[in-house]
């Protein structure tokens, strides 16, 4: 990152559109990346080289892979860990569930992915774990799941120390961020979502506990988690609320930045910036992924304005409110995020000069 965007640093949240040649990819070759060909790797590497021109073409400071490796952002963690069976659910599709105890499997491979992605990058890199709560709500599944593990508690908690094991090799690999999404944290904002539990306030605090347990003692790198209300592409958001909900337990993570999203209108007051610790950057969702409609640099300026009225510059990086492609069936083109990561681009050049 360049000394002109030490303030409002622009960044994704992590996963970029799949282009046609990546779906390809993956319907070629093998769903596990870590055993796949070396001829698989080599196009891999390839696209996401391109990947990251493109970010750093558009004026993106803090660049990723895409999560281009994977077709989905959770399934990093069958990569690290045996014990997943590939099922057909009704809720997320074809999708990995565990069905017997987790055990190392290929421990480091995301620390590599990482090596390879700031070899390629010409600033700062960012790389992404799923959380214990967002996988246990993902991958346990009543009625297939209980063998493994009788509870889906017992399952989070036996992700909390490979997940912990690869955060602090990604930390040795030199990435700059270091990021956990636990969306489904973010989802009890909404009344109808807690609803489903019997005791939402005991779910938010284990997520929290989870993410802290993985984090505790960590230095040497920016730690971040981002919340968000789920990202269903063109059908839109999963939850509405603002933050308030989910506010005390927010509180208590015990990291350096918050991703929290912004631009759609369920998001809530950005006023509630106020209420977050002071040593914490804050991750501004300014841009819209989910539709096609591309906001411009100056509708970009007046959101991030808006939030200025309740913290500072200095702790405010740029980005958009979700990743672009969290899953392998959002069909949002590529063209489309470049032209609101430029956008997003133009937007902190402006901010910089404008503000001290």
């Given at each position: 990152m ?6 409002f640093?622009?960044?994704v ?5 799949r ?6 990819l ?34 993106i ?9 994977r ?31 987790v ?21 700062q ?5 799923p ?28 992700l ?14 030199g ?22 539990f019997?005791?939402?306030e ?25 919340l968000?209300?789920r ?5 839109g ?12 337990h ?8 918050l ?9 809530g ?15 501004l ?8 409609e ?21 702790r ?16 949002v ?5 470049y032209?609101?990561?430029k956008?997003?681009g133009?937007?902190?050049?402006q ?6």
């Open positions: 360049s000394p002109a965007s030490d303030l640093p622009t960044t949240i992590g996963s970029m559109p282009p046609p040649f990546v779906k390809d993956f319907a070629a070759g093998s769903r596990t990346h870590a055993t796949a060909p070396v001829e698989w790797q080599q196009r891999m590497d390839d696209a996401v080289r391109y990947c990251v021109r493109l970010q750093e073409q558009a004026g400071d803090i660049v990723s892979d895409g999560e281009w490796r077709e989905t952002y959770v399934d990093v963690i069958a990569e690290l860990l045996s014990g997943f069976e590939w099922i057909d659910r009704e809720e997320f599709g074809y999708h990995q569930v565990v069905t017997r105890p055990e190392s499997w290929h421990p480091g491979i995301v620390a590599r992915e990482a090596q390879f992605l700031k070899a390629t990058a010409c600033g890199v960012k790389t992404c774990l959380s214990p709560y967002l996988i246990g709500q993902r991958m346990w599944v009543p009625g297939i799941s209980e063998a493994a593990y009788p509870r889906r508690e017992q399952f989070c908690e036996a909390i120390e490979p997940l912990r094991r690869e955060l602090l090799a990604l930390r040795e690999a990435v700059d961020v270091i990021q956990l999404d636990e969306p489904h944290l973010c989802v009890l904002v909404d009344p109808q979502v807690r609803a489903r019997a005791d939402p005991a779910e938010m605090a284990r997520a929290v506990e989870w993410i802290n347990a993985i984090v505790a003692g960590v230095s040497g790198v920016r730690l971040a988690v981002h968000c209300r990202n269903w592409g063109r059908r958001w999963g939850a509405a609320g603002g933050y308030e909900a989910i506010l005390p927010i509180q208590q993570l015990e990291v350096d930045q991703m929290l999203e912004f631009s759609i209108p369920v998001a007051d950005v006023a509630i910036l106020r209420e977050l610790p002071p040593s914490c950057l804050i991750g969702g300014c841009v819209d992924v989910r539709f096609p591309i906001e411009s640099s100056q509708q970009i300026v007046e959101r991030v304005y808006g939030a200025l009225e309740h913290v500072a510059a200095n405010i990086t740029l980005n958009p409110d979700c990743g672009f492609s969290p899953g392998k069936d959002h069909d083109p590529l063209d489309e995020a032209e609101k990561l956008c997003l133009l937007a902190a050049e901010l910089r000069r404008e503000v001290s």
